[in-house]
Every structure is written in structure tokens, then in C-alpha cells.
């Protein structure tokens, strides 16, 4: 489902990443740790196409960037239509209600018409429990609320790959359980996922595997069971010491 070989990503002298290779499975959860700058939503932004990689290559589903030549527009919009993300900071647009946040893509990307759309957005909003908020704007919503949105927006895209960029760590700590738990649904739906986070139980929970990052490298990937209690890396276990 998804294969990364070799990815480098610099900003000017800076490289953020440095060699990474991983591969995912059509169905597995794979979350990803690691300090800050490590490189972890660097990965998820080179996988979304959103920083556009130094070098090396990405391949979803049967969608292939290699990025050690200039990669054209057409090949960049394949890719990224394979993929969606969600971002810290829900990103949804103020002016529009959640009802039009999650047509707004199906519409505009995939050229659904509108009643089509509507349809697909009032499922999709059930779904993440937000039935009751169709016409609520997003300052009229809790920060849980708009990061079910912005989870059913992504999903409006019909997405191969979900992508989540600390979902949970821009909301009050008594709003993270409502969002975890969607994305635990989706996990048990099947839905190939790949999450950049803190939340240690969630991990443990719902990953199939943990990748732990550092210093732009993948240092260790294990079973939740194994990273958590076993890990092998020095590096791995002073990170998890400090924030278990």
C-alpha cells in the first residue's frame, strides 16, 4: 500500500530526513513517535505531497513518486489524491459550516455534484457523531467537534491512506477520548493509517506497529508490546522513560 525508499527531505542545509524506507500494509495502523524534530511530520507532509521530497521515492497504492528527478504536476496530483491528512489544527474553513467543510473536497477535487456530495458529508458527519452539528460553523464547535470534522472531511476524499498529524494535541485533555475513539473505529474498519502522536495508549491500543524516529532516522519499528516494554534502542528507551 505504501512503499518509501530512500526519502531525503532538506530544507536549504537542514536535512530532516535522512534515508528513510519504510513500507505499510493495506490495513495496518502504524504510528509513528519520536521527539520533537525528528522528522515525523516531515514524513507525513513528503507522504501527502505537501513538502515535495529532496530525493528518493513514494509509491501508494500503484501510484509512483521517484524524486530523483523533476516530478511533474499530473504525477504530484495522482499522488496526492491517494492520501489524505489530519492536521493539529483542524484547518477547516471558518466561513463554511461542517456540512460544507466535508463537500467542499468531493466537490471542488473529485467533481461530485453537489446533492451527491451533501448526501456523502451528512453520512460522513454521522459517522464521526456529529449528525446533530450539520449547520454548525466552526467557531460554534468544540476543538473535539472540529477534529471530527476535519476527520470526516479527509474522509470525504476517499482516501487509500488516512494521515494524522497530532490529532489530539491542540485540544483540552478532556476532548482528546472523543477524537481517539473515532479514529479507533476507523482502525477497525480497516483503514490504512498512519498517525503522528503522543498518545502512548492509543498506540498501544489500536498500532499494529510503532515506528520510533530520531534526529531524522527511523531508529526502531516493533509490535506496541514489544516497543513499549522491550525496546532496543538506547535512544528508544530514553524517550519512552521520559514520557511513560
Same mark, same amino acid.
Request: hydrophobic letters at 40%.
Given at each position: 500500500?505504501?512503499?518509501? =525508499?530512500?526519502?531525503?527531505?532538506?530544507?536549504? =542545509?537542514?536535512?530532516? %530526513?535522512?534515508?528513510? &524506507? !519504510?513500507?505499510?500494509?493495506?490495513?495496518?495502523?502504524?504510528?509513528?513517535?519520536?521527539?520533537?524534530?525528528?522528522?515525523?511530520?516531515?514524513?507525513?507532509?513528503?507522504?501527502?505531497?505537501? *513538502?515535495?521530497?529532496?530525493?528518493?521515492?513514494? /509509491?501508494?497504492?500503484?501510484?509512483?513518486?521517484?524524486?530523483?528527478?523533476?516530478?511533474?504536476?499530473?504525477?504530484?496530483?495522482?499522488?496526492?489524491?491517494?492520501?489524505?491528512?489530519?492536521?493539529?489544527?483542524?484547518?477547516?474553513?471558518?466561513?463554511?459550516?461542517?456540512?460544507?467543510?466535508?463537500? +467542499? #473536497?468531493?466537490?471542488?477535487?473529485?467533481?461530485?455534484?453537489?446533492?451527491?456530495?451533501?448526501?456523502?458529508?451528512? @453520512?460522513?458527519? =454521522?459517522?464521526?457523531?456529529?449528525?446533530?452539528?450539520?449547520?454548525?460553523?466552526?467557531? @460554534?464547535?468544540? #476543538?473535539?467537534?472540529? @477534529?471530527?470534522?476535519?476527520?470526516?472531511?479527509?474522509?470525504?476524499? *476517499?482516501?487509500?491512506?488516512?494521515?494524522?498529524?497530532?490529532? $489530539?494535541?491542540?485540544?483540552?485533555? +478532556? %476532548?482528546?477520548?472523543?477524537?481517539?475513539?473515532?479514529?479507533? &473505529?476507523?482502525?477497525?474498519?480497516?483503514?490504512?493509517?498512519? !498517525?503522528? /502522536?503522543? *498518545?502512548?495508549?492509543?498506540?498501544?491500543?489500536?498500532?499494529?506497529?510503532?515506528?520510533?524516529? &530520531?534526529?531524522?532516522?527511523?531508529?526502531?519499528?516493533?509490535?506496541?508490546?514489544?516497543?513499549? /516494554?522491550?525496546?532496543?534502542?538506547?535512544? $528508544?528507551?530514553?524517550?519512552?522513560?521520559?514520557? @511513560?
Amino acid at each position: 500500500m505504501i512503499s518509501v =525508499n530512500g526519502l531525503h527531505k532538506q530544507f536549504g =542545509n537542514l536535512e530532516v %530526513l535522512k534515508g528513510i &524506507d !519504510v513500507k505499510v500494509n493495506k490495513g495496518q495502523v502504524i504510528v509513528v513517535i519520536g521527539p520533537s524534530g525528528s522528522g515525523k511530520t516531515t514524513l507525513l507532509r513528503c507522504l501527502n505531497i505537501l *513538502e515535495m521530497p529532496t530525493s528518493g521515492s513514494i /509509491t501508494i497504492d500503484d501510484e509512483t513518486g521517484d524524486f530523483s528527478k523533476p516530478v511533474g504536476k499530473r504525477k504530484i496530483d495522482l499522488l496526492r489524491r491517494k492520501s489524505a491528512m489530519v492536521f493539529q489544527h483542524y484547518n477547516l474553513f471558518p466561513h463554511m459550516t461542517a456540512l460544507q467543510n466535508v463537500m +467542499e #473536497g468531493p466537490v471542488i477535487v473529485k467533481k461530485l455534484p453537489k446533492a451527491e456530495a451533501r448526501k456523502k458529508a451528512e @453520512q460522513l458527519l =454521522n459517522k464521526v457523531g456529529l449528525g446533530d452539528k450539520l449547520d454548525f460553523y466552526p467557531h @460554534q464547535l468544540s #476543538g473535539g467537534q472540529q @477534529q471530527r470534522v476535519g476527520i470526516a472531511r479527509a474522509l470525504a476524499l *476517499e482516501p487509500k491512506v488516512m494521515l494524522f498529524d497530532e490529532p $489530539t494535541s491542540a485540544l483540552d485533555p +478532556e %476532548l482528546v477520548g472523543e477524537v481517539l475513539q473515532v479514529m479507533k &473505529d476507523l482502525a477497525g474498519e480497516g483503514i490504512t493509517m498512519v !498517525v503522528v /502522536t503522543h *498518545e502512548m495508549r492509543f498506540a498501544n491500543d489500536v498500532a499494529d506497529e510503532v515506528i520510533f524516529m &530520531d534526529e531524522g532516522k527511523i531508529l526502531e519499528r516493533s509490535k506496541p508490546s514489544e516497543m513499549f /516494554t522491550h525496546p532496543k534502542e538506547e535512544r $528508544t528507551k530514553q524517550f519512552l522513560n521520559l514520557i @511513560q
